[in-house]
């Protein structure tokens, strides 16, 4: 197995990658995966608004966007079933032109629903639009993984975000200038284009080479292991149980954190005016400067050194809020704030998601990715949602934030330990190796 942990001998070695084929598919193939969640996201809420829909129908849209929290439920579908004539053209690119079509016809079906005649359809159609996407997710995710070779897992992770930030605004953007002069009908048409970057990435790249298939598909048992081979794969693991359990905690006290920023501005009395300047402008140039660091990074010092900087770092981030919540209202203090908890973010968004596509077996990389990828998320959005605004109130800011501080420690902790053991090298499949059993 390619020792992946090393890193590059050069800073320009760590460079050299962001301008491969296989970085640069990546960074088409996350435009495309941007779209869609625009599309039911804040761009269907204006539409919904400038239609006069009441604010509680409008929030309630918001479900659709759940989909994407069970991919993991069909994701077995993209690495098992062998799509008819045109899986010829191989297993991910024949899905990944089936699942951008679905996409496009979704977007078009929303497009031509009017929320002011029928509130229900729309709401199907928004539903349709996020299991099409959250397909397309899956087959671009697992595409992803195997057209990028070990060493390129952590730019390829960071071009894929370039990528989902530029698809996701620009779809949005393109939606409300086109909604002003042509009407929603057509925008909503005009953006279905977003699905071409990753089809055509697809058919000009070919079918990745690391590709495996997970069965000769002969049958019934076939198809079970496309569903149970997954997680028997996974589980066989030595030190299995410990990643997932690293998965589960490692973003806890982030998404605390992250969850009351917004309060925090309120309560300490900053404008709208002075949140979007710091909060939006600085915050999302200092999280796409944090996201080329991380793929940098990842090449220079190695897969584990670079995740447990990256854990740090996330876990220093929510310290400076403790800090800012101390200090009270300064405009110099939220920008140091937010620019370093985005500039964090955005290593740890590179470093850790090449991490978890590492830990991907190539017969099941549709199926683990999709699981792994739930699982880091589903406690943060599940558990600690609930409880932020409590926790605020009963310890305020200051004590909240170092709270936030110490739930980071058990992930960091665990991490440095499993290095110590050897474990981390021990739980990645073969996407981290050059050359995969078939």
Known sequence: MTDIAKGSASWLDAVKPYVQKAPLGAFFLGISSGFPYAMIGATLTTRLAQDGIDKKAVTAFTLAFLVYNLKWLWAWVVDGVHLPVIGRLGQRVSWLLVAGLLVMAAVANLALVDPSTSLLETAYAAI????????F??????????????????VGSGMSQYGWRIGSVAAGALALVLAARIGWHGAYLACAVFALPAMLTGLVLGEPERHREPTARRGAGEVWQSIAGPLVEFFQR????????FILLHKIGDTLANLTFRLLFDDMGYTNDEI????????????????FVGGVLYARMGMKRSVLVSLLLMGVSNFSFALLAALGKSNWGMAGAIGFENFASGIGGVTVVAYFSALCDLRFTAAQYALISAAASIVGRFLTGTTAGAMIERFGYVDFYLLTTALA??????FWLMMRAGLIDASVGTAASDQPAA
């Not at 300047?277 to 944090?290: E, P, S």
């Open 409 to 414: 420690l058990p992930g960091i902790i665990l």
């Open 276 to 291: 979007a300047i710091y909060d939006v402008g600085i915050g999302f140039w200092a999280y796409l400067i944090g996201i």
């Open 137 to 154: 997710d899956i087959v671009i995710d697992a595409y992803r993984i195997e057209t990028l070779k070990p060493e390129q897992l952590g």
């Open 238 to 245: 030595r030190a299995a149980w410990l990643v997932l359990l």
């Open 128 to 135: 349709l639009v996020g299991v099409a996407g959250a397909t």
